[in-house]
């Protein structure tokens, strides 16, 4: 039960994740994107012919595609970018043993607590640190069950078939701008595996960590569960403050099959000099069942619409998404279900804080094509403004080519009344205490779906971000 | 503190909060410890607005006279200062705060009430909790449900009626507790009531209530009517028979002659 953590244990002082390891790179490309930082990218990891040529088409593609602007406010990310590091290499090559990280990289995840997680609770652990991979570890049981848990790197040099069979066909290069860039330099992120029939009884956790300035982050997630199996995938993000921004985008790709559970959270909890743009997309096969939790709490702007595209018969898509945006911040964030087969169903529940300057945008599609019949879909975003210039909109699409469908919609938007306040205050909670309730109050449907360290986190963030929000 | 009145309201005008409405126009009251107080008013009267101003609420000023607990300046004080001094108000309309349990509420309210640098344990709040829903003869599953979300009218007030158990106030301020209540609901609240009261002899209540059938129920020492903001006759429980009898009429004509 996180909300019975008491207040004492939560008071924090700053955003905790807020420091620099001093860790020279082994390699750094030159700042900036061209097609010279590409091929050493790829010389880098020493990849194929086909993944050179592939970067380099979609390096076409990202420069043929304009910057969006139906979004949050991208008029300045042209000249941001010109000044990021798109390759920055922490370490020769990944390790297995944390003992064999170097000191500094490993005091950074010991910071951040992902070895202690590791040994109690997580099935296996990633942990990226700028452009790559620096520890990979999956349990042995799992490993014995045939599990694959490896950098996207491995994956590729180590399961090439499976690799290339799923590779880029669920966000293809020219799905978007950011994927298109992502496709010309990714770097890291995690190839998982869980064969037929297996279940993994705790989470795989992979863990990115900017460190350096001026820093751009482009991991790619390949993964398949397939038939019957079932997992759990967390991926938790920060970065320390710099007045500089930074650049995050990730392209995470996941086929569900036949009648298998997946799970992906995120807890993103980037610095707020961070731009956040990320493509995630899950396929769902007949009786599969997807679900997203998504986490948006840090960031300067974050854009990322979670999405299942449910193509076999009966499977279910589930997003569940929170965002909290304090002053500066804009989490342009939602959902998208595609009902592409008869009985599929899906919901989504969105729920953003708003809070100073903050703006939290709920943008979401729900479409059900021709022949998806008795497609059944709800979707319910509720926003909670805490002060009167903090602002929230609401962008909902619904498209239904079936007439044979049901499809529901509820948006709410509250603010923090005079009267909830009065009556916590007049039992003896201080103004902090009694918003910081109403708050977790507010995001408890989803909270509690939340592994237990990331509950307790999202709490002790919203008690810090109450402080001296009254008045 | 020992010999200074629970609760001493001098010449107490108010009004509400960006508005010049004045609606308190110089109340006098005074409650010992142990003492069970009714105020009754028509509508409109203020008695209300003195439970708020009491409390604390923010959406009221106090534009003159005193309120003094035990001889301290109560409208120095914030709610929750007032509340860990020992007022408890019932509310009219409890408010509803969805996805936070009545658990959790009341152990961070009890938390407020402790000692600084004192922490509950988690075992005897819910010792704590246990007794006091056995009391009020409540099903402990009551406890898990988010405070006031799809409540029954009933089911409210029984909740304010917890909250006073478990903070156990020294002034206990009853803001219409019988309003919106069937006869069975209303005997359930007043019967939580007397058993607080009964367990807790120097406890003072003050009953602000439009109606006299509260007062078959939680019988009061004093009875007090609030006509235009200020309070114009008090007596014993006679009073309150009175007025049942004749209604407000002949104070409102008193008031404007």
Not at chain 1, 364 to 372: M, N, R, S
Not at chain 2, 227 to 242: K, M, W
Request: include cysteine.
């Amino acid at each position: 039960m996180p909300q019975n953590e008491t207040i004492k244990d939560l008071n924090l002082d700053e955003y905790k994740y807020d420091f620099v390891t001093e860790a020279e790179p082994v390699y750094r490309a030159q700042k900036g994107l061209s097609e010279d930082v590409v091929r050493q990218i790829s010389a880098h990891k020493e990849e194929p012919q086909w993944m050179l040529d592939f970067r380099l088409k979609a390096l076409e593609v990202y420069g043929s595609k304009p910057m969006p602007t139906w979004g949050g406010d991208l008029a300045d990310l042209e000249e941001v970018l010109d000044e990021i590091y798109f390759y920055v290499r922490p370490q020769d090559r990944m390790e297995h043993s944390w003992d064999d990280v170097p000191e500094e990289i490993k005091d950074t995840f010991e910071k951040l607590g992902i070895p202690e997680a590791e040994r109690k609770i997580l099935a296996g652990v990633g942990a990226q640190y700028e452009s790559e991979m620096v520890y990979h570890s999956l349990r042995e049981e799992w490993e014995k069950q045939g599990v694959i848990f490896d950098s996207i790197e491995d994956g590729l040099k180590n399961h090439p078939e499976l690799f290339r069979e799923h590779f880029a066909t669920i966000v293809p290069t020219a799905d978007n701008k950011f994927a298109a860039m992502n496709s010309a330099v990714w770097s890291g992120g995690s190839f998982v595996y869980v064969p037929k029939g297996v279940s993994l009884d705790t989470p795989l956790q992979a863990y990115f960590r900017v460190n350096q300035e001026r820093m751009g982050q482009f991991e790619r997630t390949l993964i398949i569960i397939d038939e019957g199996a079932q997992a759990h995938y967390i991926e938790g993000c920060t970065a320390p403050v710099y007045s500089t921004e930074s650049f995050h985008s990730g392209v995470i790709e996941i086929v569900v099959k036949k009648n298998a559970r997946f799970r992906y959270t995120t807890i993103q909890n980037w610095s707020n000099n961070m731009y956040n743009l990320v493509t995630q997309r899950a396929i769902v096969e007949e009786g599969g069942h997807m679900e997203w939790l998504d986490g948006n709490l840090g960031s300067k702007l974050t854009m990322k619409y979670p999405s299942c595209y449910l193509v076999g018969e009966g499977a279910h898509g589930e997003i569940l998404s929170i965002a909290y945006s304090g002053d500066g911040q804009h989490q342009d964030t939602g959902g998208k279900v595609v009902h592409a087969a008869p009985h599929t169903t899906s919901s989504i529940v969105s729920k953003s804080i708003s809070k100073g300057h903050g703006r939290s945008t709920y943008r979401g599609l729900c479409k059900v094509y021709e022949g998806a019949h008795h497609a059944r879909s709800n979707v319910e975003c509720d926003a909670l403004l805490i002060n009167d210039t903090s602002r929230t909109d609401t962008y909902p699409y619904i498209e239904i080519e079936e007439n044979d469908a049901n499809v529901g919609h509820e948006a709410s938007v509250s603010k923090i009344g005079e009267e909830q306040l009065f009556y916590l205050t007049s039992r003896g909670i201080s103004e902090a205490e009694a918003m910081a309730m109403i708050v977790r109050g507010f995001i408890e449907p989803i909270a509690k779906e939340l592994p237990l360290e990331y509950a307790v986190e999202l709490n002790r963030l919203i008690e810090l971000e109450m402080e001296g929000s009254v008045g | 503190m020992s010999n200074a009145p629970i609760l001493r309201v001098e010449r107490l005008e108010a009004k509400v909060a960006e508005e010049d409405l004045p609606i308190l126009t110089g109340v006098d009251l005074t409650i010992q410890a142990g003492e069970i107080h009714a105020i009754m008013g028509p509508n409109g009267s203020g008695k209300s607005t003195l439970a708020k101003v009491v409390a604390g609420h923010p959406g009221y000023e106090a534009t003159g006279g005193t309120v003094s607990f035990q001889g301290e300046d109560l409208l120095e004080l914030d709610p929750d200062e007032r509340s860990q001094a020992g007022v408890f108000l019932a509310f009219q309309y409890p408010v509803e705060i969805p996805g936070v349990s009545i658990a959790n509420f009341l152990r961070t309210a009890v938390q407020a009430h402790m000692p600084e640098g004192e922490e509950i344990d988690i075992f005897d709040f819910s010792d704590m909790l246990m007794d006091r829903m056995a009391l009020l003869e409540m099903d402990p599953v009551f406890a898990e449900r988010h405070v006031n979300d799809g409540f029954s009218g009933g089911e409210k007030k029984r909740n304010e009626i917890l909250q006073m158990a478990m903070l156990k106030p020294k002034l206990a301020v009853m803001d219409e507790t019988d309003s919106g209540l069937d006869i069975d609901a209303l005997k359930i609240v007043a019967n939580g009531v007397n058993k607080l009261v009964e367990e807790d002899p120097d406890m003072s209540v003050l009953l602000i209530t439009h109606y006299q059938r509260l007062l078959d129920y939680i019988k009061p020492d004093f009875v007090h009517v609030m006509v235009d903001g200020r309070i114009v006759q008090s007596g014993g429980p006679e009073v309150a028979l009175e007025l049942e009898a004749e209604g407000y009429k002949t104070y409102e004509e008193a008031g404007t002659a």
